[in-house]
């Protein structure tokens, strides 16, 4: 990669269907904070919601991420007196951008540290599921060694929408992706006025190519003129 010109890498989880891959708005800032390591939150939905958190080491001191799995009940609902939200509120999401000086150099690091996360699992076994101990690495844990770390917030609804668990489930399933999918692309359309619909929209909508919009621009040249029935494809 650094015999390629590469400089930076933007690392991002394939079950997150919004992703804006090498969005230029984070790289930009990444690069113009001048960090190791950059990261994009979101506000947590609930205090109990399954993700982990930013939290940093002491005043000034490094960033890193806590698994949910690893926070007690009171570090999860623990509340900043001074804004009134969530002390520890800023969601990992797996969408991370580093320097490529920066990953060579922490591989060391973290393979003579050998940092685990310790999870109980139900692991199948020829008496049938047992209860088990797993030991995890994360990429995230690389947190632990960037001299500096940007973190960069983002709306939930235009950049999160994971899967996580099989439709049937209450949250994080593919209907639900592909739903908030639709009403973010439904927004872009609507914004323009070239969108009519004969049922709700929650109910339905339209997807973009990405072939024709990164984030809901340049759609007027393709849309003028034209009267889209959700649900519909937008392209070219």
């Not at 190791?36 to 960033?63: C, D, T």
């Not at 922490?106 to 692991?123: F, M």
């Not at 797993?134 to 939930?156: C, G, H, M, W």
Request: hydrophobic residues 40%; contains cysteine.
């Amino acid at each position: 990669m650094a015999a390629k010109g590469v400089k930076y890498v933007d690392c991002y989880g394939v079950d997150n269907v919004l992703v804006r891959v090498a969005d230029p708005t984070f790289l930009g800032y990444f690069i113009d904070r001048g960090a190791s390591a950059a990261a994009k939150v979101v506000r947590k939905a609930y205090p109990q919601e399954k993700v982990g958190v930013f939290v940093q080491g002491g005043k000034g001191g490094p960033l890193s991420v806590v698994e949910y799995s690893e926070m007690d009940a009171a570090m999860t609902t623990e509340i900043n007196q001074t804004t009134g939200r969530l002390r520890y509120c800023w969601s990992n999401v797996c969408l991370h951008m580093f320097t490529l000086d920066f990953l060579n150099q922490v591989t060391n690091s973290l393979e003579k540290d050998s940092i685990y996360h310790l999870a109980e699992k139900r692991i199948p076994s020829v008496h049938g599921y047992t209860s088990g101990l797993k030991l995890e690495q994360f990429i995230f844990d690389v947190f632990n060694y960037s001299p500096s770390t940007a973190l960069f917030e983002v709306l939930r609804e235009e950049e999160f929408a994971p899967v996580k668990n099989a439709n049937g489930a209450t949250y994080d399933t593919p209907d639900s992706a592909r739903l908030m999918l639709l009403r973010l692309h439904s927004r872009w359309v609507a914004a323009g006025d070239f969108l009519t619909h004969s049922v709700p929209l929650y109910m339905t909508g339209v997807e973009v190519s990405p072939l024709c919009s990164y984030v809901g621009e340049n759609l007027e040249a393709i849309c003028r003129g034209r009267t889209f029935h959700a649900p519909s494809e937008i392209s070219f």
